[in-house]
Nanobody, 125 residues
Framework: EVQLVESGGGLVQAGGSLRVSCTVS????????IGWFRQAPGKEREGIAC????????YYADSMTGRFTISNDKAKSTVYLQINNLKPEDTAVYYC??????????????????WGQGTQVTVSS
């Protein structure tokens, strides 16, 4: 069974940093994509960044460059999202998702087959 489990969310003061993690299991494909998304209350889910499991290629949404960094640790089957200089508008549930067809520089939620349960990030002002 394919599983994605996010962790690392929490309450952070504005200006701080946080790293959320996504551990994947249940499949043995060598080439797949993992994306990070977020959804704030009352807003649509938006893509942040995605990464290739095979060569670490990355792709960021235009609005997410600079403060967000995606990375992976293949040995741990874990993908990370580092968020720096957090702002109250970063408050959202952060989700990771897998595209098991391969890696594509796409951040459309509909292109991803499997999703984690999400981890809440709350930024206080």
């Amino acid at each position: 069974e394919v599983q994605l489990v996010e962790s690392g969310g929490g309450l952070v003061q504005a200006g701080g940093s946080l790293r959320v993690s996504c551990t994947v299991s249940g499949f043995t494909f060598d080439d797949y994509g993992i994306g990070w998304f977020r959804q704030a209350p009352g807003k649509e889910r938006e893509g942040i960044a995605c990464i290739s499991s095979s060569d670490g290629s990355t792709y960021y949404a235009d609005s997410m460059t600079g403060r967000f960094t995606i990375s992976n640790d293949k040995a741990k089957s874990t993908v990370y999202l580092q968020i720096n200089n957090l702002k109250p508008e970063d408050t959202a549930v952060y989700y990771c998702a897998a595209d098991l067809r391969g890696w594509y520089p796409i951040l459309q939620p509909s292109e991803y087959n499997y999703w984690g349960q999400g981890t809440q990030v709350t930024v206080s002002s």
